[in-house]
């Protein structure tokens, strides 16, 4: 199964197509999809990651290899539901607070979620608190995360978190911010559990914060 190692250079260097070529080849010689997930896509996406804090990746890279990630994901999860086998993916629910449009972040944080074996529900932009508590519910997701680009649509990020806390649900979810106008400050005055200014510095701190052993 030297083949295997393929898989994670196909992750690594955003290479889609073999990326499910051999994920097919190895479901069809009934290799444990947790194996494909755990120890050759998730760790390559780590270093993809860490390749992007280094400056030696940059946007482009990141998207194609969370492409090449969440294409053989696409094959893996029917599998694990038709076969009965627990899908244990933590749920990630990703949405622009009410008021902001905008979403280029927030798509980026998305992609790279999946491609680090989130499974993501995206609520897209103009999110009210009601929305993002029902889909958490729904989804029985572990993580929010809230994107906001004006400061003046900022202060939806503080509603939306005592809004989860009038619900009685703030204590099940980590909840994380970010956008142009987020500082750390003001997610600590707001109650979130986190936040980053680069969606790829996102996914290592909702790692931490959730105990996802790397």
């Known amino acids: 199964m030297d083949y295997l190692e393929n898989l994670h250079d196909a992750v690594l260097n955003g290479d889609p197509k073999t990326a499910l070529t051999i994920t097919e080849k190895a479901l069809d010689e009934n290799i444990d999809p947790q194996v494909l997930i755990n120890e050759y896509m998730i760790r390559a ?15 482009p890279q990141l998207l194609m290899s969370a492409k090449a990630m969440k294409g053989a994901m696409a094959l893996i999860r029917p599998l694990l539901v038709g076969e009965g086998v ?3 993916t933590i749920c990630a629910i990703t949405g622009t607070v009410k008021g ?13 979620l999946e491609g680090g074996g989130f499974r993501v529900v995206d609520l897209g932009t103009n999110v009210s608190p009601e929305q993002f508590i029902e889909a958490v ?48 400050h003001f997610a600590k005055d707001i109650g979130a559990d986190g936040y980053k200014d680069n969606a790829s510095a996102g996914v290592v701190l909702a790692k931490e914060l959730l105990g996802i052993v790397k």
């Open 45 to 59: 996406m780590d270093e993809v990651g860490a390749r992007f804090e280094r400056f030696e990746y940059f946007i």
């Open 137 to 184: 519910e729904t989804h029985k997701a572990k993580l929010v995360c809230m994107s906001a680009l004006l400061t003046t649509t900022m202060q939806g990020m503080n509603t939306t978190i005592d809004a989860f806390r009038d619900a009685g649900i703030r204590d099940e979810v980590i909840m994380l911010v970010g956008g142009a106008p987020v500082t750390h």
């Open 100 to 112: 902001d449009v905008h979403d280029i972040g927030k798509n980026l944080l998305g992609a790279l």
């Open 86 to 88: 627990e899908d244990t």
